[in-house]
């Protein structure tokens, strides 16, 4: 996740989206230091979007530091070690592998075992000698595996990155501070097989090989920026605006050279049944739009084989170099702008096999 440093604060920006919450803990990574070795801090306070941390670094306490400018922090990143935000997973049976996923739980950051409140988005299902992971349908997430506890961590690796799409489905729209009250409006289209647009509503179904197309217009004078995210049949979270993952620009209307709309379009994009996924369906597919009212980094949203970007400049290891750079001036500017404020529009569909039972 990113950093930012405002006056003697850090700050993770959109952090609420990304998934932090009060008294959350987050890890400070900087190139060349192991994740286990990072200081780490506490999420004091959820301000509009952006969470807030306790910083460990010794800020300066001049007035000119207090006043400066907000700031990228260069090379140093937030990690989440410990988080208020879970998704629930029930066991049917019981196995060497079951039992090793059990116990990894938690370690996790943001898995735990289903209770009477808590009905699991998954169910990790032992069968004779292969464990398999159903959605709440009974459909497989991937084919079984076999049930060897050395498989653990890879069952755990997916466990965590289908929880982060099913909370990405569920992110609600922005309250109190945090909403941004925007004059847009997104269109949403289906093609199949080549032939005529036509209008794409929550509740329709796709079918393997359709495309979809987003639109979005902005009525408002001010510029926005848009993410379109993917929460595909699979499970993974793709950022489709990957090309820019602090948001696509969103021009403000009636300027005086353009007295319309600014308009984003996302181009056709492809439906597709990824090879390891059980052909058999149907599974949701959620397309979400995020319009900000400033660029913010929400790479961390998208799985991480759904496709990569380029990592931060390269910097000395350690943490000390990386805050040395920081307080000495050498930062990267930020337009100062206020804090991230955000409004969520969007698209719940499923995805059909093109030939059932095919």
């Not at 306070?45 to 990228?72: C, N, T, V, W, Y």
């Not at 039992?99 to 699991?120: E, H, K, N, Q, T």
Request: glycine letters at 12%; charged letters at 25%.
């Amino acid at each position: 996740m990113p950093l930012l440093q405002r006056g003697r604060r850090l700050v993770v920006p959109g952090g609420a989206v990304l998934g932090l919450a009060q008294d959350d803990i987050v890890g400070l990574v900087a190139p060349g230091t192991a994740p286990a070795e990072a200081p780490q801090a506490k999420v004091t306070a959820i301000r509009g979007a952006d969470a807030e941390l306790e910083s460990p670094l010794d800020l300066p306490k001049s007035p000119e530091f207090l006043d400066s400018p907000e700031a990228g922090v260069p090379g140093l990143r937030a990690i989440p070690v410990r988080t208020a935000v879970r998704r629930y997973l029930a066991f049917d049976g019981d196995g060497p592998l079951s039992r090793a996923l059990r116990s990894a739980l938690p370690g996790s950051v943001g898995l735990a075992v289903a209770g009477p409140v808590a009905p699991p988005f998954a169910t990790v299902r032992t069968s004779e000698d292969t464990v398999v992971v159903v959605d709440p349908a009974g459909l497989a997430f991937r084919p079984p595996v076999p049930d060897d506890p050395d498989r653990c961590g890879h069952l755990l690796a997916l466990l965590e990155d289908l929880a982060r799409g099913e909370r990405l489905r569920a992110l609600p729209g922005a309250g109190g501070a945090a909403h941004l009250d925007a004059d847009v409006e997104a269109v949403f289209e289906r093609r199949r097989h080549g032939g005529p647009p036509r209008p794409l509503r929550s509740g329709d179904r796709l079918s393997d090989g359709d495309a979809y197309h987003v639109q979005v217009v902005n009525h408002a004078p001010e510029r926005l920026f848009v993410w379109l995210l993917d929460v595909g049949l699979s499970g993974r979270t793709a950022l489709v605006t990957d090309d820019e993952p602090s948001g696509c620009l969103l021009a403000p209307a009636r300027r005086a050279h353009r007295p319309g709309p600014g308009v984003w379009n996302s181009g056709w994009i492809d439906v597709y049944w990824p090879s390891d996924v059980p052909y058999e369906g149907p599974r949701p597919e959620t397309l979400t739009l995020l319009i900000g009212n400033r660029e913010t980094d929400l790479s961390s949203l998208a799985s991480p084989d759904a496709g990569g970007r380029a990592r931060p400049r390269s910097l000395p290891a350690g943490l000390e170099a990386v805050a040395t750079e920081v307080l000495g001036g050498v930062r990267d500017s930020v337009r100062p702008g206020g804090g991230f404020r955000y409004t969520v529009l969007r698209c719940d569909t499923e995805v059909v096999p093109r030939h059932p039972g095919g």
